[in-house]
């Protein structure tokens, strides 16, 4: 039997006359839909429905934009996850920079003070330098060995 195909009228021996009349049409009404829905959960067809192509285009409208939220969400919380791990990292940074501070603090005025190293410094080449005011060649030296002279 096909139904879909040719517009058919039910008779009396049809178990699905409201399906039936769906036949052919060219749009269906909600109202219709839900008979024919009626018709097969009597029968004891509960695992599936006949739809509108309204509703059919509204769910996948709506399905689209709940794939669209999904990946919103997954994007949310992976950088949420990577503004904790930084949070954690800054967190840390900011304990060793108190600590210094502190430890700097409670140094006396007479002490000199230097700057931690940091990793990768490389100051080698600037301690091997003597400072310029040491250096009898720099111009500040020599003109003022020829004012004193």
Excluded: C, W
């Amino acid at each position: 039997m096909n139904l879909f195909n040719s517009k058919k009228t039910p008779d009396a021996t049809s178990k699905f006359p409201k399906l039936e009349a769906l036949a052919g049409k060219a749009v269906v009404a909600t109202a219709d839909a839900d008979a024919a829905n009626e018709e097969l959960r009597a029968a004891g067809i509960t695992n599936a429905a006949i739809i509108t192509e309204a509703a059919y285009n509204a769910l996948a409208e709506k399905a689209g934009r709940v794939d669209a939220a999904e990946k919103s969400a997954n994007d949310l919380k992976a950088e949420n996850a990577t503004l904790k791990g930084d949070n954690t990292t800054l967190k840390a940074d900011l304990g060793t920079a108190q600590a210094e501070v502190k430890r700097l603090g409670a140094l006396g005025g007479d002490k000199p003070t230097t700057a931690a190293k940091a990793e990768g410094d490389d100051l080698t080449a600037e301690a091997g330098k003597t400072p310029s005011y040491f250096d009898p060649n720099a111009l500040h030296n020599q003109e003022a060995a020829a004012l004193l002279s």
